[in-house]
C-alpha cells in the first residue's frame, strides 16, 4: 500500500507493506543510513528518529502508524553536520566505535527542545533508553551541557571544532 510520509521536510510517497518498520523504510526505500538497526525491540536507542519532534524507534514503529506526522532523522537535524550536539559531539571526543550516535544524538535533540538547561538528572533520564556499548556517557552527557549552552547563546554560526583530545 502507498504511504505518503514527511521526512525531513520531504514529501515521500513509499509502496511498502503496511506493517514495515519505519527503519527499513528509511534505510531500504529512501535510503536514508543514519538511522541504525541495533536490537529490534526499542531497547537500544540506535534506530531514535523524531516523530513530530517526539523520540521514536523506528525498529518498531509501522509505517502505517506514521500517518502524517514529521519524521526527522539524523540526516535532516542539519545539512552539514553544524548542529551544536554533532558539533559538540565532536568536542568531547564522544564517539568511540559511532554506531548508537545517531540515536543518542537524536535523543538528545529531543531534550533540548524541551529542557533548554538540562540538569544532569534531566539528561539521565532522556537518555536512559539509550545504550552505548563503549560506554562514552559521561562524554555524552559534556557534550548535551555543551550544546546547551550554544543554543542558549543563540549561536547560530557554525561552532569550531577543536582539536580532538589524547
Known amino acids: ?15 511498502v507493506p503496511a506493517d514495515m518498520p519505519l527503519l527499513w523504510v528509511l534505510r531500504d526505500v529512501l ?5 541504525k538497526f541495533g536490537c529490534g525491540m526499542a ?4 534506530c531514535t528518529i523524531h516523530l513530530d519532534g517526539e523520540p521514536a524507534r523506528a525498529c518498531v514503529t509501522p509505517v502505517a502508524a506514521v500517518g502524517s506526522a514529521r519524521i526527522t532523522t539524523i540526516e535532516g537535524l542539519s545539512p552539514d553536520g553544524t548542529h551544536p550536539l554533532q558539533v559538540a559531539w565532536m568536542n568531547n571526543d564522544v564517539p568511540q566505535c559511532g554506531y548508537c550516535q545517531a540515536g543518542q544524538i537524536m535523543s538528545a535533540a529531543a531534550l533540548l527542545a524541551k529542557t533548554p538547561q538540562p540538569t544532569d538528572a534531566d539528561i539521565d533520564a532522556a537518555m536512559a533508553g539509550n545504550i552505548c556499548r563503549c560506554g562514552t556517557y559521561m562524554r555524552i552527557r559534556q557534550a548535551i551541557h555543551e550544546a546547551a549552552g550554544t543554543i542558549r547563546a543563540g549561536d547560530s554560526a557554525p561552532v569550531q571544532i577543536t582539536e580532538a583530545r589524547d
Open 1 to 15: 500500500m502507498p504511504y505518503t510520509l514527511n521526512v525531513n521536510g520531504q514529501t515521500h510517497t513509499v509502496d
Open 31 to 35: 535510503d536514508l543510513k543514519g538511522t
Open 43 to 46: 531497547q537500544c536507542g540506535a
